[in-house]
């Protein structure tokens, strides 16, 4: 079965740099990859969705890379800022009988300090 | 335009008890999906309607729980009887048809004791 890989160790990095989380997946490249933000005690937001023939995405400070041969993608936030601070999901959406469904990694916290 | 509503937002009951949660999607989502994560664990998928049909419950864990959605709106999910291990937070979403961007709720936090 497919299965995600983020690093499950907090990344800590000051304010103003550029944070870079990985998320790897085993088996077969799904056809969209998907980057959710999680705060304390709320649900998954989506922040970008980026499709396999399409090696990289930007929204403002965000930026994903999507590479299939080594079956990873990478999440990048520049300039990063304290409310940045959030744990990060990525989620494969797998198709399954004409329907889909995310399949979601453990997720991977930022703290950034002022 | 409100988001994808879950009700209770927290709950805690007895082992063997029951428990119904409630989803609203947002307006005009035909695709209502029910996912939830235990102890820690990434969240995983239990089921997606397309309107009022189960399309895929694959992920259900076993017959304790019931998932309906009445006349392709609301949905809900019960648990009955609950055990310890179904304690966690229970995520509903939803989407339009055709997209593929899913919209969660903030989840409803189930503690059985």
């Known amino acids: 079965s497919q299965k995600i890989e983020q690093n499950s160790e907090a990344l800590n990095i000051q304010e103003g740099k550029t944070a870079t989380l990985t998320c790897n997946y085993t088996?077969?490249?799904?056809?969209?990859l998907q980057w959710y933000r999680q705060d304390p005690g709320r649900g998954p937001v989506f922040l970008l969705l980026?499709?396999?023939?399409?090696k990289e995405k930007r929204k403002e400070r965000l930026k994903v890379t999507f590479d299939t041969t080594l079956k990873q993608s990478l999440f990048h936030i520049t300039a990063s800022q304290p409310a940045d601070s959030a744990t990060y999901l990525c989620?494969?959406?797998?198709?399954?009988?004409?329907?889909?469904?995310?399949?979601f990694g453990a997720g991977t916290r930022l703290a950034v300090h002022p | 335009e409100a988001g994808v509503t879950q009700f209770p937002s927290h709950s805690v009951i007895e082992k063997g008890q029951t428990v119904t949660l409630r989803c609203d999607p947002i307006?005009?989502?035909?695709?209502l999906y029910w996912y939830r994560r235990v102890m820690g664990k990434e969240i995983k998928f239990l089921l997606h309607?397309?309107?009022?049909?189960?399309?895929?419950e694959s992920g259900m864990p076993n017959n304790r729980f019931l998932a309906e959605r009445t006349g392709g709106t609301y949905s809900t999910l019960k648990v009955q009887p609950a055990e310890l291990e179904d304690s966690g937070v229970y995520f509903c979403?939803?989407?339009?048809?055709?997209?593929?961007?899913?919209?969660f709720g903030e989840g409803s936090w189930l503690t059985v004791v």
């Open positions: 980026i499709r396999e023939n399409e």
């Open positions: 307006s005009g989502h035909d695709n």
């Open positions: 088996n077969y490249s799904p056809a969209y």
């Open positions: 309607f397309v309107k009022e049909s189960k399309q895929d």
């Open positions: 989620a494969l959406l797998m198709f399954s009988g004409g329907y889909n469904k995310l399949i």
């Open positions: 979403a939803s989407s339009q048809g055709g997209q593929n961007t899913i919209y």
